[in-house]
T-cell receptor, first 115, second 116 residues
Framework: AQSVTQPDIHITVSEGASLELRCNYS??????LFWYVQSPGQGLQLLLK??????LVQGIKGFEAEFKRSQSSFNLRKPSVHWSDAAEYFC?????????????FGPGTRLSVLP | GAVVSQHPSRVICKSGTSVKIECRSL??????MFWYRQFPKKSLMLMAT?????????EQGVEKDKFLINHASLTLSTLTVTSAHPEDSSFYIC????????????FGPGTRLTVL
């Protein structure tokens, strides 16, 4: 079974600064990888996903993520953070050979943005 | 496209009553729907997986008699919390998958359940 870690529980950055949220996974093969964002009291919105191909993935709201097989990582980045980016971010891993039951979320990273 | 709705968005009930939460896929047919529970400031925990027309598969530790799941059609799944107690208070999120090979799930906005 796969697992996901997000080493940073809470990150605070200033508006306009760059951002990197870390995600590491454990899985025997290449998994499907996702980043979701959740605003307080809301559901999850998909930012981007990686299934195969180009390891640098572009998403919505100016986010990108890079899949690094050698490091088992899928870190999320944004060059310039906006105050509206303050939210909870979840990395998730899906096993390609198992439809649904093995979709695992990381513990989440809470992002705070200083004005 | 790929919109999933949940109803109600918030519900408050008395201890001992039952509460039904609906999850609908609005613009696609969801062969599989998932129910998650999220505790405050925690990640999502998968409760159960339901395939249209068959019984739900529950994760270890989830009481199937307490959390009744029905997936009667390709666009609707319901979660009924029976004889609710304060410890059942939580944020419940559903997701739906259209049966593609990519394992992508589309999430509903969540339902906040408060049991008094």
């Amino acid at each position: 079974a796969q697992s996901v870690t997000q080493p940073d529980i809470h990150i605070t950055v200033s508006e306009g600064a760059s951002l990197e949220l870390r995600c590491n996974y454990s899985y025997g093969a290449t998994p499907y990888l996702f980043w979701y964002v959740q605003s307080p009291g809301q559901g999850l919105q998909l930012l981007l996903k990686y299934f195969s191909g180009d390891t640098l993935v572009q998403g919505i709201k100016g986010f990108e993520a890079e899949f690094k097989r050698s490091q088992s990582s899928f870190n999320l980045r944004k060059p310039s953070v906006h105050w509206s980016d303050a939210a909870e971010y979840f990395c998730a891993v899906g096993a390609p050979d198992n439809y649904g039951q093995n979709f695992v979320f990381g513990p989440g990273t809470r992002l705070s943005v200083l004005p | 496209g790929a919109v999933v709705s949940q109803h109600p968005s918030r519900v408050i009930c008395k201890s001992g009553t039952s509460v039904k939460i609906e999850c609908r896929s609005l613009d696609f047919q969801a062969t599989t729907m998932f129910w998650y529970r999220q505790f405050p400031k925690k990640s999502l925990m998968l409760m159960a997986t339901s395939n249209e027309g068959s019984k739900a598969t529950y994760e270890q530790g989830v009481e199937k008699d307490k959390f009744l799941i029905n997936h009667a059609s390709l666009t609707l799944s319901t979660l009924t919390v029976t004889s609710a107690h304060p410890e059942d208070s939580s944020f419940y999120i559903c997701s739906a998958r259209a049966g593609t090979a990519y394992n992508e799930q589309f999430f509903g906005p969540g339902t906040r359940l408060t049991v008094l």
